[in-house]
């Protein structure tokens, strides 16, 4: 019998894969905007997982920049913070991607130097 984890003969292995750089508003999913934006008491473009994926997926730096300024709009709190580093570091860790970097963020207001997400 063979090792299923083997891999067969003239096929590549599967390449490792990590991170180098990330920010943290950029792995926000829809799910997580949407819950955030509802605790801040904030309106998105659209109400909808489905309509927020459509927002990210973005064909135009002004798109882009509307999807990054919405984004981090969102982030208010300390918690919010904590929240989308634990979802990103669950992710990654499930795909067996250890995180490489820290990773990096600029809150937008609500948070000072020496803030620390629990
Ligand atoms: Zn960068």
Known sequence: MSDP?????????????????VHLEGTVEPVT???LARRNGLRLPADTVAGLE????????????NAW????????????FRQITVEYIGRVVAL??????????????????GDRAR
């Open 69 to 80: 300024i919405q984004t981090t709009n969102c982030l208010r709190t300390a918690e919010d």
């Open 54 to 65: 459509k927002m990210y997926r973005f064909t135009s730096l002004d798109q882009f920049i």
């Open 96 to 113: 067996g991607w250890p995180p490489m970097s820290r990773p990096s963020s600029r809150p937008q207001s609500g948070l000072k130097d």
């Open 33 to 35: 905007l949407l819950g």
């Open 5 to 21: 984890a083997a891999v067969p003969p003239g096929a590549r292995p599967a390449t490792p894969k990590f991170e180098l750089h």
